[in-house]
């Protein structure tokens, strides 16, 4: 355990950390975390840079983002390379390393000689791929330790981490604003290119043993997807899991929605900077929602409620587009800035279930794989609900300076939220469900992470 000076300052410490021990392999998996919020400093950044500088549309900006998430989709992969291919005898630490070096190449490339559509696909894949990797690496020992937290305990360890990566968003929520007025979006690549070097540098604080009996990758991968294919088969697996991707798939209406506030609203970086900080600091107040009042709320009453208060909040961004908040008396930035908080704090206590949901349902020896396929699924059906988005998008014919259809996409996706419930029963009744196990036992000590994607987490398809 890490040393402090008193047993007060270790319980202070303990609390903090929602019960958890402060040992030098939380401290990296927290630091994983903090760097993927960190890295939302470039979030504005590359919007501004696809919209201004390429030149793309509303439709293809959408496109182009779901196709730069594919890392996500294969994240299995990442977990059966770590696993099967020991790099100097070690599987997690060199893994970490090069997730950190890629993730800097990648804002590095951004930043100097990224100049056209299918150059920045590329180049924000690799930052996805980056961020994937470490994902494998530090949510392994997020599962193994959520599969023994006592029935007080569910979900506080993957409350803190959420809420790690919502501090570090929070840090640069602003600043992601701010330094678009004063540099331009291949200034902040650069500036962002130094955080993947954390990551790298935490690879230092796993305790790690070099691999002794070495088993060949293909015979790893081969016994992975036996588990694998007699995991999903189980119907306390494949049921949530199909919910969540029908939860998750729904199209959606971001990308025209930013075009619209900037093009049509003139809301700049540093406004949008601000919102970032406050919806930030409403995704905390989601977390402890979640973390103090809802997490033993069952599965199913969650997911329902959370949906149906998502979608009648959803119908207020009508109210911006066709300009009847001013009608109100309430000016665009402050009726925006309001809307933008409700909605995030609603999207963060509906999607704290999904992390719990997903560990719950990993047996032992196979964690690491089956729950970045878990998540790999929703990270597909996130990535569907971006091209049915674009594909709406271009169907209603909204461009860069025409919105008229718009506030008929953003009801149209907002009510397609609504079409997943009655697929609730898919769920556990309870949260009270058992890790599954699986009749063969892993031959060797297999890793056990889990996953999140891009961390989209509003339910409002907006």
């Given at each position: 355990m890490i040393g402090f000076s008193s047993p007060g300052s270790q319980s202070v410490l303990k609390k903090l950390l929602l019960g958890n021990e402060p040992t030098p392999e939380l401290l990296a998996i927290l630091l994983v975390y903090f760097v993927?919020?960190?890295?939302?400093?470039?979030?504005?950044?590359?919007?501004?840079?696809?919209?201004?500088?390429?030149?793309?549309?509303?439709?293809?900006?959408?496109?182009?983002?779901?196709?730069?998430?594919?890392?996500?989709?294969?994240?299995?992969?990442?977990?059966?390379?770590?696993?099967?291919?020991?790099?100097?005898?070690?599987?997690?630490?060199?893994?970490?390393?090069?997730?950190?070096?890629?993730?800097?190449?990648?804002?590095?490339?951004?930043?100097?000689?990224?100049?056209?559509?299918?150059?920045?696909?590329?180049?924000?894949?690799?930052?996805?791929?980056?961020?994937?990797?470490?994902?494998?690496?530090?949510?392994?020992?997020?599962?193994?330790?959520?599969?023994?937290?006592?029935?007080?305990?569910?979900?506080?360890?993957?409350?803190?981490?959420?809420?790690?990566?919502?501090?570090?968003?929070?840090?640069?929520?602003?600043?992601?604003?701010?330094?678009?007025?004063?540099?331009?979006?291949?200034?902040?690549?650069?500036?962002?290119?130094?955080f993947p070097l954390i990551v790298a540098m935490a690879a230092g604080l796993i305790a790690e043993f070099p691999v002794t009996n070495y088993t060949p990758a293909w015979q790893t991968i081969k016994h992975q997807v036996r588990q694998l294919k007699k995991a999903i088969l189980l119907p306390s697996i494949w049921k949530p899991t199909l919910f969540l991707f029908l939860w998750q798939a729904t199209p959606s209406s971001d990308s025209a929605f930013f075009f619209f506030t900037t093009n049509e609203l003139g809301f700049q970086p540093e406004f949008l900077g601000r919102v970032r900080l406050f919806t930030s600091i409403a995704g905390l107040i989601g977390i402890w929602i979640f973390q103090r009042f809802l997490k033993a709320v069952p599965f199913r009453q969650i997911f329902a409620w959370s949906t149906v208060i998502a979608v009648l909040f959803g119908f207020t961004p009508v109210?911006?587009?066709?300009?009847?908040?001013?009608?109100?008396?309430?000016?665009?930035?402050?009726?925006?800035?309001?809307?933008?908080?409700?909605?995030?704090?609603?999207?963060?206590?509906?999607?704290m279930p999904v992390l719990v949901l997903c560990a719950k349902l990993c047996p032992p020896g196979i964690e690491a794989t089956l729950f970045?396929?878990?998540?790999?699924?929703?990270?597909?059906?996130?990535?569907?609900?971006?091209?049915?988005?674009?594909?709406?998008?271009?169907?209603?014919?909204?461009?860069?300076?025409?919105?008229?259809?718009?506030?008929?996409?953003?009801?149209?996706?907002?009510?397609?939220?609504?079409?997943?419930?009655?697929?609730?029963?898919?769920?556990?009744?309870?949260?009270t469900l058992s890790t599954p196990q699986l009749a063969e036992n892993p031959s060797h000590p297999l890793p056990n992470p889990e996953d999140d994607p891009e961390k989209t987490h509003s339910l409002v398809k907006v």
């Open positions: 993927q919020g960190v890295l939302s400093l470039a979030r504005l950044a590359i919007s501004f840079f696809l919209k201004d500088d390429l030149g793309l549309s509303p439709a293809q900006v959408a496109a182009l983002t779901g196709v730069a998430a594919l890392p996500w989709i294969i994240k299995p992969i990442w977990g059966f390379i770590s696993d099967g291919l020991p790099i100097l005898g070690y599987r997690r630490r060199p893994y970490l390393i090069l997730s950190g070096l890629l993730g800097s190449l990648s804002w590095g490339l951004l930043a100097t000689v990224v100049d056209s559509a299918g150059a920045a696909t590329g180049a924000i894949a690799l930052s996805s791929l980056s961020v994937a990797i470490s994902d494998v690496i530090a949510d392994s020992l997020v599962v193994e330790r959520a599969r023994t937290e006592s029935t007080s305990q569910v979900g506080s360890l993957q409350s803190l981490c959420w809420a790690t990566s919502a501090t570090g968003g929070l840090i640069t929520a602003y600043l992601s604003g701010w330094l678009l007025e004063l540099f331009t979006p291949q200034q902040v690549f650069a500036i962002t290119a130094i109210i911006l587009v066709t300009h009847t908040n001013r009608l109100l008396g309430i000016g665009d930035r402050w009726f925006s800035l309001g809307d933008s908080v409700i909605l995030t704090v609603i999207g963060e206590i509906a999607f970045a396929l878990l998540m790999s699924i929703t990270n597909l059906a996130h990535v569907l609900s971006q091209e049915l988005g674009a594909l709406l998008m271009h169907s209603f014919g909204i461009t860069p300076n025409t919105f008229d259809n718009l506030a008929l996409l953003v009801t149209l996706t907002n009510l397609s939220s609504l079409l997943p419930l009655p697929f609730l029963k898919l769920l556990p009744s309870d949260n």
